[in-house]
Nanobody, 123 residues
Framework: QAHLVESGGGSVQAGDSLRLSCAAS????????MGWFRQVEEKEFEFVAA???????CYADSVKGRFTVSRDNAKKTVYLPMNNLKPEDTAVYYC?????????????????WGQGTQVTVSS
């Protein structure tokens, strides 16, 4: 079983950058696909990005070219550098682990979730 802890959120101005990190504990991190989702208030989770066990990635159209997901299996950590942030990126960001390794855009695919980190972008 995995335990995930996000960090790196904060309050920035539009156009600024942040880098989110998600540290995992437990075994078999390298076999997991890892995803990033975000949630605004009590609305539905929105897919942001995912990285599969082999390193392939996928992104939501809204963040392509601005966000980059990566992973360091030795450190059991997944990263989400976010550049050129926009006010509409404001949300609580969650990382999630998919033990099946599929790394889809579906919330239900993911088995483990972190507690979330707030990102606030002001104009």
């Amino acid at each position: 079983q995995a335990h995930l802890v996000e960090s790196g959120g904060g309050s920035v101005q539009a156009g600024d950058s942040l880098r989110l990190s998600c540290a995992a504990s437990g075994r078999s991190f390298s076999t997991y696909a890892m995803g990033w989702f975000r949630q605004v208030e009590e609305k539905e989770f929105e897919f942001v990005a995912a990285i599969r066990r082999g390193g392939s990635t996928c992104y939501a159209d809204s963040v392509k070219g601005r966000f980059t997901v990566s992973r360091d299996n030795a450190k059991k950590t997944v990263y989400l550098p976010m550049n050129n942030l926009k006010p509409e990126d404001t949300a609580v960001y969650y990382c999630a682990g998919d033990w099946a390794g599929l790394g889809s855009m579906r919330v239900a695919q993911y088995n483990y979730w972190g507690q979330g980190t707030q990102v606030t972008v002001s104009s």
